[in-house]
């Protein structure tokens, strides 16, 4: 039984570094939404996906992050010269049209 | 003022216990309204989901909605040590959640 796979689990990077995140959602699901968890921190939202397109990217904090999903399945969201603060915990999650969400485990994100 | 407004605890119960958890918010445009729990280095998972002022009841935990006083609560009955956790309100609006910062819980037996 499938739910929401995010891969990697873990990743380190030196700042600087490119870094891209991998979200696989529940098969059939239509939306996808990614968000930010810091430290103590309650979830913040980046970027959501209806089918391939992104109607609401207003959580992105800045131009270094960016997103794309394909084929109405698979997301990845990308940071660019990763810095410091980037460090958290980032969450997929998926739902089908406007019913509750569902999310993964998470990538957790370590900045050197 | 944060949208969402939760408070962080911790709070310490003992086993059996009834525990009440709460969020307020600010934007009565908000549709739905969930609570998620959240065991450490693991992904949110959905325990309660309504969207009207009322309450609703699964098992051993009830949410209540008070739209007038734009408050909600999750209660907690007969509490065990395995519903140790973080708990997040969450509130939607336009598709995307908006989350309060997390109540976490110790039941200690």
């Known amino acids: 039984g499938a739910g929401v796979s995010q891969s990697p689990s873990n990743k380190v990077t030196e700042k600087g570094k490119d870094v891209e995140l991998r979200c696989d959602p529940i098969?059939?699901?239509?939306?996808l939404y990614w968000y930010r968890q810091r430290l103590g921190q309650g979830l913040e939202f980046l970027i959501y996906?209806?089918?391939?397109?992104?109607?609401?990217k207003s959580g992105l904090p800045s131009d270094r992050f960016s997103a794309e999903r394909t084929g109405e399945s698979v997301s990845t969201l990308t940071i660019q010269r990763t810095q410091q603060e980037d460090s958290a915990v980032y969450l997929c999650?998926?739902?089908?049209?406007?019913?509750?969400?569902?999310f993964g485990d998470g990538t957790r994100l370590s900045i050197l | 003022q944060k949208e969402v407004e939760q408070d962080p605890g911790p709070l310490s119960v003992p086993e059996g216990a009834i525990v009440s958890l709460n969020c307020t918010y600010s934007?009565?445009?908000?549709?739905?309204f969930m609570w998620y729990r959240q065991y450490s280095r693991k992904g949110p998972e959905l325990l309660m989901y309504?969207?009207?002022?009322g309450n609703k009841e699964d098992g051993r935990f009830t949410a209540q909605v008070d739209k007038s006083s734009k408050y909600i609560s999750l209660f907690i009955r007969d509490s065990q040590p395995s519903d140790s956790a973080t708990y997040l309100c969450?509130?939607?609006?336009?598709?995307?959640?908006?989350f309060g910062t997390g109540t976490r819980l110790q039941v200690f037996p």
């Open positions: 999650a998926s739902s089908f049209s406007n019913r509750p969400q569902h």
């Open positions: 098969s059939g699901h239509t939306a």
């Open positions: 996906f209806q089918g391939n397109s992104a109607p609401d």
């Open positions: 934007n009565s445009a908000f549709q739905y």
């Open positions: 309504t969207y009207s002022s």
């Open positions: 969450a509130m939607s609006l336009e598709g995307k959640l908006i």
